[in-house]
């Protein structure tokens, strides 16, 4: 493990495990057995491989307390119980006993801590067992560990979509309990501050990008540093700001070569193909996702998986290879039935609109039915307002899928929605490409309506035009191009 040989690592202990056990069948050493669990079970999370290492985790926690139930009566009350601890951490922290955790747990909040690292690759659902860290939170301190461990707990509002402002509440209240000499604290406190404006806020400035690669790589710290060029990429994605997006892949590159560890290679390969679809490089975007996806089948980073699946269905899409995208959103669809956490959603519902939106366009105007894609518009938008980077996408396919109905009163009223998304989010990508449909609607002769937020629809296009330029978006440029000679 010393020198991150963690697969040599795992067959040793395993086999260490098993001798053991052999030798001992009768009456095996229970610490013995729990100790090469624990080493097990860390080896396994290096190695990538998140479910085995989840179930030795698992092992460990209810040797010293009780096992964690995963379903019935007993996980709901469990749950709740923890719920309530955490609102009394929250409002009553000054108040909670002074004594200081031991070695067991510490072990058990590491156990803990890195398990819910875990879940957010193969089952977000399940990260919602990471509040078991309150029971110890409540009862011990943790000196220069506890904002790095409400971190933990805060980001699974985040990623869940559940409670989010609740979340932003405890994301406040642990900035305020950071210390100049808490470093990992502050690591975890900027990376979900980025996450924080992916899934409900506004994209902000990222002015402590050097001082993150530079701490986590003093620290060792990878984990928080790959989750925070995650969502600045993402965000800066949205910006438009390609050549910034660049860098952050590097940053993420060279993590994973100083760690030897894979997990922000895969982090690297979805916001790689994430820039490539959605400045529609497609030359890049089908190799991209090719190699995503063979990397990530290498071990239990499901959520990217799914998430790539997704980005090459849309690509095929834009090539109108639709057999090719229907088959890619297959394939995301069936990890998706595992856990339907919004991002997972948003992603699959946009893919599968980019696949029925062009044969709505292509039926006879008048046999055109249209209620499956409002249906799907809807539940984009209803999941979307949990993961607001994609909302403004959100309302303009609605709007889209209404104007091929010929409503043009819903039209507007969604084209005005995603105007005023995107604004709000600071997305400037997606919003040049409304304003862009928007200014064809206006001009389209069937449409009687003139004018959205005071422009009519050629000031949409030479908004659109300008965008698209300064963002140095050649797909859509041409598509201007082509829709102004036309």
Same mark, same amino acid.
């Given at each position: 493990?010393?020198?991150?040989?963690?697969?040599?690592?795992?067959?040793?202990?395993?086999?260490?495990?098993?001798?053991?056990?052999?030798?001992?069948?009768?009456?095996?050493?229970?610490?013995?057995?729990?100790?090469?669990?624990?080493?097990?079970?860390?080896?396994?999370?290096?190695?990538?491989?998140?479910?085995?290492?989840?179930?030795?985790?698992?092992?460990?926690?209810?040797?010293?307390?009780?096992?964690?139930?995963?379903?019935?009566?007993?996980?709901?009350?469990?749950?709740?119980?923890?719920?309530?601890?955490?609102?009394?951490?929250?409002?009553?922290?000054?108040?909670?006993?002074?004594?200081?955790?031991?070695?067991?747990?510490?072990?058990?909040?590491?156990?803990?801590?890195?398990?819910?690292?875990?879940?957010?690759?193969?089952?977000?659902?399940?990260?919602?067992?990471?509040?078991?860290?309150?029971?110890?939170?409540?009862?011990?301190?943790?000196?220069?560990?506890?904002?790095?461990?409400?971190?933990?707990?805060?980001?699974?509002?985040?990623?869940?979509?559940?409670?989010?402002?609740?979340?932003?509440?405890?994301?406040?209240?642990?900035?305020?309990?950071?210390?100049?000499?808490?470093?990992?604290?502050?690591?975890?406190?900027?990376?979900?501050?980025?996450?924080?404006?992916?899934?409900?806020?506004?994209?902000?400035?990222?002015?402590?990008?050097?001082?993150?690669?530079?701490?986590?790589?003093?620290?060792?710290?990878?984990?928080?540093?790959?989750?925070?060029?995650?969502? +600045?990429?993402?965000?800066?994605?949205?910006?438009? /700001?390609?050549?910034?997006? !660049?860098?952050?892949?590097? &940053? $993420? %590159?060279?993590?994973?070569?100083?760690?030897?560890?894979?997990?922000?290679?895969?982090?690297?390969?979805?916001?790689?193909?994430?820039?490539?679809?959605?400045?529609?490089?497609?030359?890049?975007?089908?190799?991209?996702?090719?190699?995503?996806?063979?990397?990530?089948?290498?071990?239990?980073?499901?959520?990217?998986?799914?998430?790539?699946?997704?980005?090459?269905?849309?690509?095929?899409?834009?090539?109108?290879?639709?057999?090719?995208?229907?088959?890619?959103?297959?394939?995301?669809?069936?990890?998706?039935?595992?856990?339907?956490?919004?991002?997972?959603?948003?992603?699959?519902?946009?893919?599968?609109?980019?696949?029925?939106?062009?044969?709505?366009?292509?039926?006879?105007?008048?046999?055109?039915?249209?209620?499956?894609?409002?249906?799907? +518009?809807?539940?984009?938008?209803?999941?979307?307002? /949990?993961?607001?980077?994609? !909302?403004?996408?959100?309302? &303009? $396919? %609605?709007?889209?899928?209404?104007?091929?109905?010929?409503?043009?009163?819903?039209?507007?009223?969604?084209?005005?929605?995603?105007?005023?998304?995107?604004?709000?989010?600071?997305?400037?990508?997606?919003?040049?490409?409304?304003?862009?449909?928007?200014?064809?609607?206006?001009?389209?002769?069937?449409?009687?309506?003139?004018?959205?937020?005071?422009?009519?629809?050629?000031?949409?296009?030479?908004?659109?035009?300008?965008?698209?330029?300064?963002?140095?978006?050649?797909?859509?440029?041409?598509?201007?191009?082509?829709?102004?000679?036309?």
């Amino acid at each position: 493990m010393k020198s991150g040989a963690s697969s040599e690592a795992v067959n040793f202990l395993k086999k260490a495990l098993e001798i053991h056990l052999q030798i001992n069948r009768d009456n095996p050493d229970r610490q013995k057995v729990v100790d090469l669990r624990e080493k097990l079970a860390f080896s396994l999370f290096a190695t990538g491989q998140y479910k085995e290492a989840c179930e030795y985790f698992d092992k460990v926690y209810a040797f010293y307390r009780k096992p964690i139930p995963q379903a019935g009566l007993r996980k709901i009350l469990d749950t709740t119980y923890n719920f309530l601890l955490l609102l009394n951490i929250l409002y009553f922290y000054s108040g909670r006993s002074k004594r200081e955790a031991g070695e067991i747990e510490i072990k058990l909040m590491k156990v803990i801590f890195n398990k819910g690292r875990a879940m957010t690759s193969f089952d977000p659902v399940r990260i919602f067992e990471s509040f078991y860290a309150t029971r110890l939170i409540s009862r011990y301190r943790f000196p220069g560990n506890e904002v790095q461990m409400f971190a933990t707990v805060r980001a699974i509002f985040f990623w869940s979509g559940k409670l989010i402002k609740l979340g932003y509440k405890i994301l406040a209240f642990g900035e305020k309990q950071i210390k100049d000499q808490d470093k990992t604290g502050w690591l975890y406190i900027n990376y979900l501050q980025p996450h924080y404006s992916h899934v409900a806020g506004r994209i902000t400035e990222y002015r402590d990008e050097e001082k993150v690669y530079k701490l986590a790589i003093q620290i060792g710290e990878y984990w928080p540093a790959t989750m925070y060029y995650l969502f +600045t990429g993402l965000n800066t994605i949205e910006l438009g /700001k390609e050549k910034l997006v !660049l860098n952050y892949l590097n &940053r $993420l %590159r060279s993590l994973s070569e100083v760690f030897d560890d894979d997990f922000p290679e895969v982090q690297h390969y979805r916001v790689k193909s994430a820039l490539c679809i959605k400045f529609h490089k497609m030359e890049e975007v089908l190799k991209v996702t090719d190699e995503a996806i063979e990397f990530a089948k290498k071990s239990d980073h499901i959520v990217q998986l799914l998430m790539i699946y997704c980005f090459r269905s849309m690509a095929f899409s834009i090539l109108q290879k639709y057999e090719e995208a229907r088959k890619n959103l297959y394939e995301a669809e069936k990890l998706l039935k595992g856990f339907r956490i919004p991002s997972g959603v948003v992603k699959c519902l946009i893919a599968k609109c980019n696949i029925e939106i062009p044969e709505l366009k292509n039926q006879p105007a008048e046999k055109r039915d249209g209620k499956i894609l409002l249906e799907a +518009t809807k539940e984009l938008i209803k999941n979307s307002k /949990k993961y607001i980077c994609n !909302l403004t996408e959100s309302y &303009r $396919l %609605r709007a889209v899928v209404f104007w091929l109905l010929n409503k043009p009163n819903n039209t507007l009223r969604n084209f005005e929605k995603s105007i005023k998304a995107a604004i709000s989010f600071g997305g400037n990508l997606e919003l040049s490409r409304t304003y862009f449909e928007t200014g064809k609607f206006l001009r389209d002769p069937k449409n009687k309506k003139e004018r959205i937020n005071d422009m009519n629809g050629t000031e949409c296009l030479m908004k659109a035009k300008s965008m698209f330029e300064e963002m140095n978006l050649q797909w859509d440029l041409e598509e201007y191009e082509k829709f102004m000679e036309s």
